[in-house]
């Protein structure tokens, strides 16, 4: 990805976003991908996804995965998360291979330990902000009350406290991406994968959620793996990985200014 790189580097300014050497790197890992393979048969046509991927995300680190469309970004984060099975390699979560757990534990790893955020909200429309929050809780078996009391602490974390009784449609895409992070929280996660988070996102809310997304790391220490095509959103980052054709082809570290 030659192209993006000479992209940030020409475009960060001096103060705001500088290479550095990588004290990210004496963090332990919560994640360790090692030679990660994905393969998608399609009947006729294989794809080759992923080429042998090694990545670790640091426990409080904002890493951000870039690279053009079709790259295979999204295959990454869902190999990575247990999403999507893998054809090859090892990843390794808080210590525990994801090829060593079952479907079912697996799934309850995820319910536990992980939140999710796409570009496209994935909020049920009949339920209110604070019942979409709650629903991943309730769906674990959390009492109404706690679920509830769980929820309204995500969306005060948010700043939505005055929207919790809204359904989505009455909220605009900022305030729904809002929601989403706010249910992605909800269970004190140990990291946080998000596809594309502001892709649906003008500038204006799309710097809003990447400013939101950063507060949090920073203040609650949350670990996040964002996926995106959007360079301002990768430079608020602490490193960049890119890819290109299933492989990382570049990895970048930055100090962004407070
Ligand atoms: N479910 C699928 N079936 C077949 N091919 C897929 C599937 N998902 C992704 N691919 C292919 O894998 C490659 C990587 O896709 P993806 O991870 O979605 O890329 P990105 O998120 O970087 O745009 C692409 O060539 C894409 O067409
Ligand atoms: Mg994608």
């Known amino acids: 990805m030659a192209v993006d790189a000479r992209h940030l580097r020409e475009s960060a300014t001096p103060g705001q976003a500088r290479a550095v050497s990588g004290s990210v ?11 990660v393979e994905k393969r998608y048969d399609t009947g006729q ?9 090694s990545v670790s995300v640091r426990v409080g680190e904002m890493l951000a995965i870039m690279g053009p469309s079709g790259s295979g970004k999204t295959t990454l984060l869902n190999c990575l ?11 390794v979560i808080e210590g525990v291979s994801l ?5 079912d534990e697996r799934t309850d790893y995820r319910a536990r330990r992980m939140g999710f955020v796409f570009q496209f909200y994935n909020l049920m429309p009949v339920l209110s902000a604070v019942e979409n929050v709650e629903l991943p809780l309730l769906v674990s078996r959390v009492p109404a009350r706690r679920a509830r009391a769980q929820a309204m602490d995500a969306l005060d974390m ?3 406290t005055a929207r919790a009784d809204h359904v989505p449609e009455e909220l605009s895409g900022g305030q729904r991406q809002r929601v989403t992070i706010a249910r992605a929280l909800v269970n004190n996660p140990a990291i946080v994968w998000a596809d ?13 959620i990447v400013a939101l997304m950063r507060r949090l790391n920073r203040e609650r220490g949350l670990t996040f793996l964002v996926v995106t095509h959007d360079i ?10 890119r890819m290109m054709d299933g492989e990382i082809v570049d990895e970048e570290f930055l100090e962004v200014a407070e």
């Open 25 to 35: 790197d004496e963090r332990p890992a919560i994640v360790e991908a090692r030679q």
């Open 45 to 53: 046509l294989e794809v080759q996804a992923l080429r042998g991927v």
């Open 81 to 91: 998360s247990g999403l999507d099975r893998i054809d090859g390699g090892d990843v």
């Open 99 to 103: 090829a060593s757990m079952s479907d």
């Open 158 to 160: 948010v700043g939505l």
């Open 196 to 208: 594309e988070p502001t892709g649906d996102l003008d500038s204006e809310n799309a710097q809003e």
């Open 232 to 241: 301002s959103v990768g430079r608020a980052t602490d490193r960049i990985v």
